[in-house]
């Protein structure tokens, strides 16, 4: 297993690291079930398991990656939280298995070209300002292999947070109040037009373009959770 950290600080905020991680928080244990669904939906049939690359950015604690290399795929993954690196770092180590970890900015991904057959993103991007979006997914175009698969998963603007807090300059939504999102310190809500700008004809495949919503309907107060789930194909 390898841990690589930058020379100097890539990370462009450190809310993740001095809110949630370093304080023993979000540190999940078990895969999101679009991770799984979409990795087993688009596996290679002329693949063997141990030649199939994966990578994740924003991969958090690892616990998408954690499932990928238990069931024998090659993993890589990167977040701007030391803690959460060095949770994924030990378990993988306590659990014998083999995984690669970043310390540092997805945005400049420091990793060669066309090497990886799937990329994942479980709502990490949507946490970026809109240059910051444009420049990863730039980035993952590089290192996807030709035909590989991204999963990029984004918050929506029928969510319910998006209904409070204050715009930034970087189209990212701060102080929210309401919904699942209050608390957080910045997130982008994508509609479908920026779904279509992200993902160019002449760059991308669409294969796959769904929009979720799910109402809490108890409570004092109804809540709409909004989420995107886009798969594509590097052309």
């Avoid at 970890?101 to 970026?128: M, N």
């Avoid at 799910?214 to 909004?226: F, L, Q, V, Y």
Wanted: net charge neutral; glycine share 8%; charged share 30%.
């Amino acid at each position: 297993m390898e841990a690589i950290r930058p020379m100097r600080s890539t990370t462009k905020s450190t809310y993740w690291e001095d809110k949630v991680y370093s304080r023993g928080k979000s540190f999940n244990k078990y895969p999101y079930d679009s991770v799984v669904s979409f990795i087993f939906n688009y596996l290679p049939k002329d693949k063997d398991r141990r030649d199939i690359n994966i990578l994740e950015v924003g991969c958090g604690a690892g616990n998408n990656l954690w499932f990928a290399a238990r069931e024998g795929f090659r993993v890589t993954g990167i977040d701007g939280s030391l803690s959460a690196i060095e949770f994924a770092q030990n378990r993988f180590k306590d659990e014998r298995l083999e995984g690669r970890f970043i310390h540092g900015d997805f945005t400049r991904l420091p990793l060669d070209d066309d090497q990886f057959d799937f990329v994942i993103d479980r709502a990490a991007i949507t946490c970026c300002g809109w240059d910051d979006v444009e420049a990863v997914i730039g980035q993952i175009h590089r290192v996807l292999a030709p035909k590989g698969k991204f999963m990029f998963n984004a918050y929506s603007d029928r969510h319910s947070s998006y209904r409070s807090g204050e715009f930034r300059l970087d189209g990212t939504k701060t102080n929210m109040t309401e919904g699942t999102l209050k608390g957080i310190e910045q997130v982008y809500f994508f509609n479908r037009g920026a779904i279509v700008k992200l993902f160019p004809s002449s760059l991308w495949t669409m294969l796959s373009r769904r929009h979720q919503e799910i109402t809490e309907d108890a409570g004092p107060a109804a809540s709409m959770h909004a989420e995107w789930t886009v798969i594509v194909e590097k052309k």
